[in-house]
């Protein structure tokens, strides 16, 4: 199974301000892509944004933006102007070939 | 709506009685899944389908069955249940297409006493 390390169990950011959580991966496949997907307490699995990795540009999606570093295997997802909304588990996934592998998760919190 | 959904939405019950988690998708997907959330873990993938009658092990398929009999259903069955699959699943489907976002169900919450 490919591996996804969110080294970030918990974060922490203040309303309006930005927060960067970090992902990186291991694969030896050159094509490939990379998801964020948000978990609300309502359980529901939502995603936020995708990344191919052929691809140098990086994605964006309003205030959420990511930086692809394909060399580094890296994958951060940062979220801008934060809102009380944004509050949820992050998960960053990998997927190639129909299997989708999960990062451990990483719980934004958003203070008012 | 479009949708993916499951049955039943939360499950208490007691080790070695055979339970069947139900999913359903009305999207006309190929791609089917099951995964399972545990706290520290993520997601890992048991089981998935990329068509009709066609099934494949994820990365923890023991303990659990699938069939894919018909295109929108693709049930979860645990023959024998034991506590270390208390867990969150989730069902998923996606077209046909190595990189399709998937679409997840609502998760099921079981509990194996």
């Known amino acids: 199974a490919q591996t996804v390390t969110q080294s970030q169990p918990e974060m922490s950011v203040q309303e309006a301000e930005t927060v960067t959580l970090s992902c990186t991966y291991d694969?030896?496949?050159?094509?490939?892509?990379l998801f964020w997907y948000k978990q609300p307490p309502s359980r529901q699995m939502i995603l936020v944004i995708r990344?191919?990795?052929?691809?140098?540009q990086n994605a964006t999606e309003n205030r959420f933006s990511v930086n692809f570093q394909k060399a580094a295997k890296s994958f951060s997802l940062k979220i801008s102007d934060s809102q009380l909304g944004d509050a949820a588990m992050y998960f960053c996934a990998y997927i190639s070939d129909y299997k989708l592998s999960f990062g451990a998760g990483t719980t934004v919190t958003v203070r008012a | 709506e479009a949708q993916v959904t499951q049955n039943p939405r939360y499950l208490i019950t007691v080790t070695g009685k055979k339970l069947t988690v139900t999913c359903s998708q009305n999207m006309n997907h190929e791609y089917m899944s099951w995964y399972r959330q545990d706290p520290g873990l993520g997601l890992r993938q048991i089981y998935y389908s990329m068509n009709v009658e066609v099934t494949d092990k994820g990365d923890v398929p023991e303990g659990y069955k699938v069939s894919r009999k018909e295109k929108r259903n693709f049930p979860l069955i645990l023959e024998s249940p034991s506590p270390n699959q208390t867990s969150l699943y989730f069902c998923a489907s996606s077209l046909r297409g190595r990189y399709n976002e998937q679409f997840f169900g609502p998760g099921t919450r079981l509990t194996v006493l």
């Open positions: 694969t030896s496949e050159s094509d490939y892509y």
């Open positions: 990344q191919e990795a052929y691809k140098q």
